[in-house]
């Protein structure tokens, strides 16, 4: 291997060249300086020769398939002359040529002999000679060898052996570079020294050949000496040099027995070519940029099989778990798309779990190259893990450089993506190392932007107070530097919790401007967020026909622009599901569970799942419910764990558990009463009193709750009517115990399919003694829509333009009753309003029916 000796200027040699110089000054002596191919030896040898003030002989071994015999004393003759080209002339033995040097060697000189690791038997004989008698002249030999070759039994070896007690006789190792000493070298190439010094570890031949590459590609200087180097094995060694070469890092032995049993015990031959070194249970390339040279050569598709090759055996590893990156690496390299998703992904996961962001980064990345096959959600799935850790990493990179404000906004921007992913405690951690950081900064929209996350943070706790706070800072930095994303951001977090706190009007005029400067400024982020916000944020207030509104304007926002609106689709599946529209609820549940991936849209869904399964009697309601639990317990937050354990608490109610549902109840009742949420507060106080576990509420939960416990069941099941919530008031007036109220409950609970909570309103008109009514008629189910006979009549009269008060006086009702008639109209057709019922009756021909 050629070593160069320009580009490192003999750093950190100065040490050696003392050395040398002493020996010469003292005379006769004999230096054996030995190093790894590549080390510097011929650049220390001849920067020294070049200093040395003497006469200079010079002589060297070639790497030839048959050595020359003692061919750096013919070079040294050719120069010198004298005793020694007589000798040489005369074909004399060893002794006498060695002899006949030392003859000239009375004064000072300075005899260089290099690589004498590739000596013939005779040179070697005849430094042995030198070896032995040099103490007796007054110059210098300095001989250099490789010692990453002279291992096992090379004939060098031996002579060292022979030497090593010689009175004149000494050794010095040339070492690699350090990382101090290749970062001097990176900078005026402007190159990074601490990658230079991981990819060639120091050794002065990579580190000069990658520098006057431009750092690129493999230098073909490097590569082609070392397939120099190895072009001498047998077929079989390079076949396991082959196979080293794949696998990054260390090559274990039971590996290589497993992907070339037959090649294996040529190991020994590939260690003594120098390129491998013994490594515990294993081997390595003793510098990557060997490894990378010999990988180069390898035929592509032998390459792709042996990468399948490893790929199969590192899949069941004999002492330990496998490892998903390196099946990851084998399974990119070999083609098989479906192992690098499996392995990528759990790679990624894995890291990112122990903080190591780069590398979960570079897994995510991998994945995504091979995502073409996945559906839209699951690529989408793969970006936002990419861009969580990708985040992480530059905050580490800003750190690492000093730039505080460049750390503190990727902690801020972490804060976001730490919610939607579940993880609450470290969103809070996120958020408040970054306005702590910017804090201490000169004012910056940074700060607005981290105080806005702080508001989200808050809001998401359901810290309603907290989140108007600081959403206002938010908002006057936004106002300081006229920044109309911030402003916006600010605005919706203000409204966002005001409608969380119960004061919807005040929250929504918040939003509606937040929705108008985004508008205004065409910042569609943030149209998108106030759009959400709405629907979701009005949703949990149970404001149904306003949170459908916005719901279903984000969502046609969304997807006009290629955006998966998972989360307001999954909160659409509760507006469904609480405005009696089940088989619609439940569909779209499942479609969002085929298309989401991220917890919150997941956990809502299955709460919806859950809750139509177990009103209609279905199987399968608690497993729905166990999974959301799951998938909750991360957050730990009532927004999740809220929804979450009244959903558990009516589903165990349903089957007769009473016990079950007053602990699902109790669970987080506590926090909803420190957050003051009156619905969540609301529904578990609910639970709990129908589980004769709770004798006392407080009296600003929300209306329909403190009616119904209040035993205002007609007045509760009003308000409940006026959101929107038939199956919720149906419970009310089952409550009632009145024979009128109970079967217009029971009316109810069939028209929705709500067969459990039918089953006891029968029950309880048994009790009472009243007759029984049997269930859905046949002339009902002779309709696609499912009408009753009185929802027909109701509906003939709603399509010739009557009010309800004049249809309940014609068909001798309620008032009431008609206003339930028609809202089980609309929802049996799946129709706002009725003018869109009175067009879809005529569709449906079931106006002919009457």
Sequence with gaps: ??????????????????????????????????????????????????????????????????PIPLAPFADIAAAAGGPLAEALDARADPRAVARALLAGMSEPVLVVIEDVHWGDEATLDALRVLGRRIDGSGGLVVATYRDDETVGD??????????????????????????????????PYGADGDALHRLTAGNAFYVTEVLASGAGALPETVRDAVLARVASLDPAARLLLDVVSLVPGRAELWLLEAV?????????????????????????????????AVESAVPVARRRCLHAALLAALASPPACPPDASRLAHHAEAAGDVAAVLEHATAAARHA?????????????????????????????????????????????LYAAAGDRLGEARMLSLL???????????????????????????????????AYAAQAYVRMIDRDNADGVVWGRKAVDVAELFDDAELLAFGLNMIGTSHVMAGETELGIDFLQRSLGVAREYSLELRVGAALSMLGSGLGEMYELQRSEEYLREHIAFAEERDI??????????????????????????????????????????????????????????????????????????????GHVHAARAEALWLVGDRDGAADEARAVYDLALEKRHLWFAGELAYWQRRSDVLDAWPTWIAEPYRLHLAGAFVDAADAWRARGCPYEAARALADAEREELLLDSLSIFEELGAAPAARDVRQRL??????????????TRANPAELTPRELDVLRLVSEGKRNAEIAEELVVSRRTVDHHVSAILRKLGVRSRGEATQAAHERGLLEQI
């Design 564 to 641: 998966w609106p998972h989360y307001t689709r999954a909160w659409l599946t509760l507006v469904e599901l609480y405005r009696g529209r089940w088989e619609r609820a439940g569909v779209l549940a499942h479609e969002v569970l085929t298309q989401a991936h991220d917890p919150i849209s997941r956990i809502t869904a299955l709460i919806a799942i859950g809750r139509v399964r177990a009103r209609r009697g279905d199987p399968g309601s608690m497993e729905a419910l166990d999974e959301a639990l799951e998938l909750s317990r991360p957050g730990g937050h009532l927004q999740r764990l």
């Design 415 to 449: 804060t976001i993506p730490y919610i939607t992913g579940g993880r609450n405690e470290e969103a809070e951690a996120s958020s408040r190392a970054a306005i702590e950081m910017l804090e201490e900064l000169p004012a910056s929209r940074e700060l607005g932007m």
């Design 1 to 66: 291997m050629p070593e160069h000796e320009c580009v490192n200027d003999l750093l950190e040699r100065d040490e050696l060249l003392d050395a040398l110089g002493a020996a010469l000054a003292a005379g006769g002596r004999m230096l054996l300086v030995g190093g790894e191919a590549g080390a510097g030896k011929t650049s220390l040898v001849r920067t020294f020769a070049a200093r040395a003030g003497t006469p200079v002989l010079q002589g060297s071994c070639e790497n030839l398939a048959t």
């Design 154 to 187: 090379h004939p060098f070896r031996v002579v060292l052996g022979e030497l090593a007690s010689a009175p004149g006789v000494s050794r010095l190792r040339v070492p690699r570079l350090s990382l101090d000493a290749v970062r001097t070298l990176a900078v």
């Design 352 to 396: 990112a779990a122990t903080s190591a962001h780069r590398e979960a980064a570079a897994q995510y990345a991998r994945a995504l190259r091979h995502a073409r096959e996945l559906t839209d959600a699951e690529r989408a799935a793969l970006f936002e893990a990419y861009a969580l850790e990708a985040r992480l990493e530059a905050g580490r």
């Design 260 to 292: 070339a049993p037959g090649e294996a015990a040529h190991l020994d031959a590939c260690l003594a070519a120098g390129v491998l070194r013994e490594d515990e249970d294993g081997v390595a390339f003793r510098h990557e940029l060997a490894r990378l």
């Design 766 to 779: 048994r009790a009472l003694g009243m007759p029984v009514p049997r269930g859905p008629r046949a002339a």
